[in-house]
């Protein structure tokens, strides 16, 4: 197959959904697929062999992401040019719109995986008195029956699409990640690096340090543990708005946190094996590739039970869900008890294939086969009516936010 992903997210811009692509489009390549990625201009990217990139601007309070405001001819010239057989796209926005007007034109099939519960987002964007709710679901529904197939991360982001009325079919599959090697060397030399001492037990938290994130919830946790156990050692690693707020309150209770702020995703691995436990507090993960790759570098979490994690948590050792009636200071403490008692045990990872990358490619390939096998066309004139309508309600929300 020949397959154009199209995403307003991707490297360098590290997020769950450029992983995602990332892992996706790498193991489909493995396959003897070839996959074509159409995103936004980056100032800190490199040129790449088949990544395409159009030109954009920065996204609002999303400082750090960016929408393209031109180049859907240009993207249709490409596609054309290889014969693409399928359009895979990842975001609602600009690149997203560029993937249905290519697969439009082309009469291609267009899949569409639905990776942000944007009602968990809208708090940035003139706190949340311009973009609502009703604006997201109206988005959402419009664009994903525009599609032909629509995969969803989660249980629970497929429940929320079908309450939006969107009627296309959809399939739940989970993004899975690389099962990395194990080099405790690595993560020796990190822990000299940051001076931990042999008898300290480090947590870990690694995510955007954002709102939606609830880091707040985790130092405040930590901070109760650490009266407790001064052992205790917290590391903050990632970047973002909260950062400065995050810092203040470290130097005001004296907690002696290290913020050790953006890390390369080919050293991320290294923290995760680090760690004797990662704390995750969001209660906005659809789906949380951050939890997977802490378990296959065998670092169990801790993080707020949802309807996603249930289905992974198959092995004691992956670590403990909380809940307002079960809090993540209980969690971190019955777990580790239950690791200094021996009751639990190391995290298995001969049997990772659920949640592996290998996995995630197989069932999205055997997707796309789906699809294109029953894909009948499309209906030009509905097309371009909510296309149009779409690309409307975005420009005024768009008017209105510069305004």
Known sequence: MRIGMFTDTYFPQLSGVSTSIKVLTEELRAKGHEVIIFTTTDPNARAEADVVRVSSIPFLSFSDRRIAYKGF????????????????????????????????????????????????????????????????????????????????????????????????????????????????????????????????????????????????????????????????????????????????????????????????????????????????????????????????????????????????MCQKSFGVLFNDDYPLIDACRDFMKDQESGRIGEIDTDNLYAISSEKFADDVESYYYQTIEEFSGYDRRLFDGVFLRMKKIIREIMIGVKE
């Open 73 to 312: 001819d240009r993207c249709l010239k490409i596609a054309r040019s290889m014969d693409l057989d399928i359009i895979h796209t990842h975001t609602e926005f600009s690149m997203g719109l560029a993937g249905k007007y290519v697969a439009n034109r082309l009469k291609i099939p267009n899949i569409h995986t639905y990776h942000t519960m944007y009602e968990n987002y809208t708090h940035y964007i003139l706190d949340g008195l311009l973009v609502q709710a009703k604006h997201v679901r109206m988005i959402s529904r419009y664009y994903c029956n525009l599609s032909n197939g629509i995969i969803a991360p989660s249980q629970l982001t497929k429940e929320t699409l079908e309450n939006y009325g969107i009627t296309v079919p959809i399939r739940v599959i989970s993004t899975g990640v690389k099962i990395p090697p194990y080099q405790p060397e690595k993560s020796d030399s990190l822990r000299e690096q940051l001076k931990i001492q042999p008898d300290e037990k480090v947590l870990l938290s690694l995510s955007r340090l954002s709102k939606e994130k609830n880091l707040i919830e985790v130092v405040q946790s930590y901070a109760e543990l650490k009266k407790r156990d001064p052992k205790l050692r917290l590391i903050v690693a990632g970047d973002g708005p909260e950062r400065e707020e995050l810092e203040l309150y470290n130097a005001r209770h004296q907690l002696e946190i290290d913020f050790v702020g953006f890390v390369e995703h080919e050293k991320v691995s290294q923290y995760y094996q680090l760690a004797d436990l990662y704390l995750n507090a969001s209660e906005s993960e659809s789906q949380g590739l951050t939890y997977l790759e802490a378990i296959v570098n065998r670092c169990p979490i801790i993080a707020k039970r949802n309807d996603y994690l249930e289905t992974i």
